[in-house]
T-cell receptor, first 108, second 114 residues
C-alpha cells in the first residue's frame, strides 16, 4: 500500500473551471508538498505546508493534520495549468514519500 | 543560483553498458536523493545521502551504486544497464534536520536501455 494516495489519477477540465486534487497519507509527517511536473520537464515545488492553508495566485493548498488529508485547488483554470500534480510528504526522518500524481488537462 | 543540475538529460544505452548520472546542487544542502519515475508508480527512492560520505539504500537500490563525492555532488552509477532500468531519473536535494524544508529537483534524465 502506498503511503500517499492521490485522487483522481486523471482529470480533464474546461478552461475556467474550479479544480480540486486530493491527497491522503498514512505516515507521520513533518510537512506536505505539492509539486508540479510539466510534460518532458522537471519537477517544481508549488507549496510546502504543515498546517492550515496557503495561497499563491490561483492555487490554494490546504491540509488537515488530524484527518491526514490535503487538497490542492486551482481557481479559474487555464490550459497552462495542464501538468501532473504530485503530492509528497516528508516523513519524520529525512525521506519523502510520493503519490503517483494527478494528470490534469485543461481544455480551452 | 542554478539549484540542482543533472546531466545528461537524455541517454540511450545498450544492455550491459555502464554509465554515471551526475548531480550537483549549489544550495549547501546536506541531503541528496536519487529517484526513478515510472508510469503509474510515482517517484521511488533509489539511494539517499544525508551528508558527505554517507549513503543509504532506498526502496529500489538493486543495480545501482552511488557516490557522494562532496557536499555538492551525488552521482548514480549503473554498472551493467538492463532494460528494466529504462526510466526517468531525478536527483533532489534538501536541508537536513529541519522540519519544514523543501525538496528541490533536477530536470531529470530520461534513460532508455535497449
Amino acid at each position: 500500500k502506498n503511503e500517499v494516495e492521490q485522487s483522481p489519477q486523471n482529470l480533464t477540465a474546461q478552461e475556467g473551471e474550479f479544480i480540486t486534487i486530493n491527497c491522503s497519507y498514512s505516515v507521520g509527517i513533518s510537512a506536505l508538498h505539492w509539486l508540479q511536473q510539466h510534460p518532458g520537464g522537471g519537477i517544481v515545488s508549488l507549496f510546502m505546508l504543515s498546517s492550515g492553508k496557503k495561497k499563491h495566485g490561483r492555487l490554494i493548498a490546504t491540509i488537515n493534520i488530524q484527518e491526514k488529508h490535503s487538497s490542492l485547488h486551482i481557481t479559474a483554470s487555464h490550459p497552462r495549468d495542464s501538468a501532473v500534480y504530485i503530492c509528497a510528504v516528508r516523513g519524520t526522518g529525512n525521506q519523502f514519500y510520493f503519490g503517483t500524481g494527478t494528470s490534469l488537462t485543461v481544455i480551452p | 543560483n542554478a539549484g540542482v543540475t543533472q546531466t545528461p538529460k537524455f541517454q540511450v544505452l545498450k544492455t550491459g553498458q555502464s554509465m554515471t548520472l551526475q548531480c550537483a546542487q549549489d544550495m549547501n544542502h546536506n541531503s541528496m536523493y536519487w529517484y526513478r519515475q515510472d508510469p503509474g508508480m510515482g517517484l521511488r527512492l533509489i539511494y539517499y545521502s544525508a551528508s558527505e560520505g554517507t549513503t543509504d539504500k532506498g526502496e529500489v537500490p538493486n543495480g545501482y551504486n552511488v557516490s557522494r563525492l562532496n557536499k555538492r555532488e551525488f552521482s548514480l552509477r549503473l554498472e551493467s544497464a538492463a532494460p528494466s532500468q529504462t526510466s526517468v531519473y531525478f536527483c533532489a536535494s534538501s536541508r537536513t534536520g529541519r522540519r519544514n524544508t523543501e525538496a528541490f529537483f533536477g530536470q531529470g534524465t530520461r534513460l532508455t536501455v535497449v
